[in-house]
């Protein structure tokens, strides 16, 4: 089940930089949006953090059965697992706030956004920074259930990659929020 879910999780970052690259142009208005492939990409990568979500669940609540059985939880030894689990929650939560917020109407056959003010702009950076708390906590733990080598460099030069999209991501949604405050 482990393998499966590093499975899944290589298929959500793919899909992820995909539609983080694509949402970034259409948000700072260097592309149009409406792409049926943007539109399936984006329920893949929907589908494929669902599964990765219950499983996810499903590891953790075999995990606590154990240290509940065992009688020994050593919370000081298990931050980070447990760091992993409140940013991966929060991601949810996130996630589906973005949902909400991108989904919009159409009007006389045109697409119109909800409203993006200064609590969305807020939110959407949010979810970006636990994305990169989620991703930075379980870049290792990924690599071991993968079989990859591991090599301090290489895990560095993952999260310095993942950083910079990262921060993109952030820069165009305060510039989505600059233009639809001003236009």
């Given at each position: 089940m482990r393998r499966l879910n590093a499975i899944l999780t290589v298929m959500i970052m793919i899909f992820f930089v995909i539609h983080m690259i694509r949402g970034g142009l259409i948000l700072t208005g260097m592309t149009s949006g409406g792409s049926a492939v943007f539109t399936g990409i984006t329920h893949l990568l929907m589908?494929?953090?669902?599964?990765?979500?219950?499983?996810?669940?499903?590891?953790?609540?075999?995990?606590?059965?154990?240290?509940?059985?065992?009688?020994?939880?050593?919370?000081?030894?298990?931050?980070?697992?447990?760091?992993?689990?409140?940013?991966?929650?929060?991601?949810?939560?996130?996630?589906?706030l973005h949902a909400m917020i991108f989904e919009g109407d159409v009007e006389n056959g045109a697409y119109r956004l909800n409203l993006f003010g200064g609590v969305q702009l807020a939110v959407n950076l949010l979810m970006v920074l636990s994305l990169l708390i989620h991703l930075s906590c379980n870049i290792g733990p990924l690599r071991i259930s993968l079989g990859l080598e591991d090599r301090k460099n290489v895990r560095l030069d993952i999260l310095l990659v993942l950083s910079v999209l990262l921060l993109l991501a952030g820069i165009a949604f305060v510039v989505y929020y600059i233009r639809w405050s001003v236009f």
């Open positions: 589908l494929t953090a669902a599964l990765h979500m219950m499983i996810s669940i499903l590891l953790t609540v075999q995990t606590v059965r154990a240290c509940i059985r065992s009688g020994v939880s050593y919370p000081g030894w298990n931050r980070l697992f447990w760091v992993r689990r409140i940013s991966g929650f929060s991601l949810i939560l996130f996630m589906a």
